[in-house]
T-cell receptor, first 107, second 114 residues
Framework: EDQVTQSPEALRLQEGESSSLNCSYT??????LFWYRQDPGKGPEFLFT???AGEEKEKERLKATLTKKESFLHITAPKPEDSATYLC????????FGAGTRLTVKP | NAGVTQTPKFRVLKTGQSMTLLCAQD?????MYWYRQDPGMGLRLIHY???????AKGEVPDGYNVSRLKKQNFLLGLESAAPSQTSVYFC?????????????FGPGTRLTVT
């Protein structure tokens, strides 16, 4: 069965303290791995799609990377406005989501 | 473009009552989805549609029905609500053209069943 596991569940950073979020997956026939940002009380917002191992995507302070078993979302010099829950999802026969990592960035 | 909209935003039901959640998208997407989100469990797919007039079951379909009479609308129905259906419900749409699987979500409906 397709599975997506995100770690850590929660992460607290000081402003400017870089770190990474992990998404490990087991799936047959990966068609894409997705990162979403979700703010409290709102729907997930699409960030990135990664299709093959070795691929990287960047957007402002975020950089997503993909290997055959996991993906990382690197956050460089985060700001308080980066605080949110980050969701990882994999597309095979259907879309499976991880439970998310709740990121808090303190000023 | 409004993107994906959902109505209502909040609803409280008593056990056994019925209701319909409405999702609308103005992006001309073929695929539409209904998810529920519960604490610690991530988003789980209830039903989805690959086009007007078609629907299919997802991971957790029991207790729900859907209809897609128009391409831009996707309705989720609860025939007899149960406390286990207390959740936040999200609708999403996807172009699914040229391998684009990303989904665009609505703002959600918070449903409480007492």
């Amino acid at each position: 069965e397709d599975q997506v596991t995100q770690s850590p569940e929660a992460l607290r950073l000081q402003e400017g303290e870089s770190s990474s979020l992990n998404c490990s997956y087991t799936v047959s026939g990966l068609r894409g791995l997705f990162w979403y940002r979700q703010d409290p009380g709102k729907g997930p917002e699409f960030l990135f799609t990664l299709y093959s191992a070795g691929e990287e995507k960047e957007k402002e302070r975020l950089k997503a990377t993909l290997t055959k078993k996991e993906s990382f979302l690197h956050i460089t010099a985060p700001k308080p406005e980066d605080s949110a829950t980050y969701l990882c999802a994999v597309q095979a026969n259907d879309m499976r989501f991880g439970a998310g990592t709740r990121l808090t960035v303190k000023p | 473009n409004a993107g994906v909209t959902q109505t209502p935003k909040f609803r409280v039901l008593k056990t056994g009552q019925s209701m319909t959640l409405l999702c609308a998208q103005d992006m001309n997407h073929e695929y539409m989805y209904w998810y529920r989100q519960d604490p610690g469990m991530g988003l789980r797919l209830i039903h989805y549609s690959v086009g007007e007039g078609t629907t299919a079951k997802g991971e957790v379909p029991d207790g729900y029905n859907v209809s897609r009479l128009k391409k831009q609308n996707f309705l989720l129905g609860l025939e007899s609500a149960a406390p286990s259906q207390t959740s936040v419900y999200f609708c999403a749409s996807s172009p699914r053209t040229q391998g684009s699987y990303e989904q665009y979500f609505g703002p959600g409906t918070r449903l409480t069943v007492t």
